[in-house]
């Protein structure tokens, strides 16, 4: 029986989710050089593009098709095959294409780890062979069916599917394309701020859509990850900022990256916690994620926008918050402060696989592409910048 509340809200959701991928983007195309900020947003655009044809054609199969082995999906839907207007509240077809939103944007996610410096044929491969052997599989685990659900772990809106995946495989991608030229030497400092504030205003507001609508009904449920959402990113941001200050100026761009720390924190446990939890899981967010960017920092690793730091180890933060902090008079499962070490223990091993699976098969797939068509651009490219080298485009003409 199809609800037609239910229906609108999510229709509304998957629209609010869509439009989070331009917004990484705007927020990435702030953070590098001039000469590489148009390559950034439409990288974004181009992951999407990618992402929605594979998921028609056999991805959303791989994903949510009858369970193979606890690790992949059948071939019942390729092509959509039995995908139809039907369905238990919302269509089968509206549930897919809300998902389908949540595989482009991670993807869109990942991009950090190519910043300035990825030959845009080479991305489109790797970019399909990643959706199809790196985020089908974990959608299958945690959403699917897969063994991840089965063993009874709580991903609300995508910890371990989206961010964990999407920041550790960012970051074994950094390792395989290798610095940008000049990194450490020249100054790399963020080109346009204010871009990068509108981007992660964008995202804050399509997160509504993230995780509420994970609940694909209009409900209380829906009404708390709504709340618990603000409330997580608003305690990142002043945590982050108010880390950062120590040592410096309270920048905007720490404040805003800290709320994208705290809205990837909240993610997997939106549905499980309540507001109260949701401030101590954005604060140590904030904290941790700034942590992990000091950290890189010192490495010198090149995944210079950060989408380890923040996605990567602010949704295995989340992921073990779940089960930290999750109550049953919301989501039926209570966590370890309320005496459920099992809860704990079970996010945790999620949080683990699902980080090692991301990192490995990312760097594998990332390897052979750059041993097969090469995953970097030349150095004369990389130094007039992607803007004109994979695009014949430049923000001053």
């Known amino acids: 029986m199809i609800n037609s509340g239910d229906t609108a809200f999510i229709i509304i959701c998957t629209a609010m989710v869509m439009l989070m991928t331009p917004a990484v983007g705007l927020f990435y195309g702030g953070m590098v050089r001039k000469k590489s900020i148009i390559s950034m947003i439409a990288i974004a655009f181009i992951a999407f593009a990618i992402v929605c044809i594979q998921w028609v054609l056999f991805g959303y199969s791989l994903a949510f098709g009858t369970d193979i082995g606890g690790f992949i999906g059948g071939l019942d839907y390729v092509g959509l095959s039995g995908v139809g207007l039907d369905g238990d509240g919302i269509p089968d077809i509206l549930f897919m294409v809300f998902q389908m939103v949540f ?21 489109i491969l790797f970019g399909l062979l990643w959706t199809t052997l790196v985020y089908d ?22 910890g371990t599917v989206v961010h964990i995946s999407s920041g550790f495989g960012a970051l074994a991608a950094a390792l395989v394309i290798g610095k940008r030229l000049g990194f450490g030497q020249d100054s790399m400092e963020p080109s346009n701020i204010p871009l990068t504030l509108l981007g992660g205003a964008l995202l ?16 209380g449920i829906a009404a708390n990850a709504f709340v ?12 982050w900022m108010g880390a950062s200050w120590i040592y410096g100026k309270p920048s905007s761009l720490g404040m805003i990256s800290g709320a994208i720390a705290g809205l990837v924190a909240i993610t997997p446990a ?16 904030g904290l941790i994620c700034y942590g992990a960017l000091l950290f890189r920092v010192r490495k010198g690793l090149d995944e210079s926008l950060d989408a380890w730091a923040i996605h990567g180890v602010g949704g295995f933060w989340g992921a073990i918050a779940t089960g930290i902090f999750c109550i049953a ?65 430049s923000i001053h003409t």
Request: glycine share 14%.
């Open 103 to 123: 595989a482009g944007l991670t993807l869109a996610i990942l991009t950090s780890g190519f910043a300035e410096r990825v030959k845009l044929s080479a991305f």
């Open 137 to 158: 599989p974990l959608a299958h685990w945690a959403w699917g069916g897969g063994w991840a659900s089965q063993l009874g772990a709580l991903d609300f809106a995508g």
């Open 204 to 219: 804050w507001f399509g997160w509504f859509g993230f995780n509420a609508g994970s609940e694909l009904a209009a409900d």
């Open 228 to 239: 618990v959402t603000i409330v997580a990113a608003s305690a990142g941001a002043l945590a």
């Open 270 to 285: 939106c549905g499980f916690v309540d507001s109260i939890s949701a401030i101590f899981i954005g604060i140590i967010a």
């Open 329 to 393: 008079a919301i989501g039926g499962v209570d966590g370890l402060i309320y005496g459920n070490v099992n809860q704990f223990i079970i996010q945790t091993i999620d949080a683990f696989a699902a980080m090692a699976y991301a990192f490995i098969v990312t760097y594998i797939l990332a390897l052979v592409v750059d041993k097969t068509i090469g995953l970097r651009v030349d150095e004369d490219e990389e130094y007039v910048g992607l803007d004109i080298s994979q695009h014949g485009e």
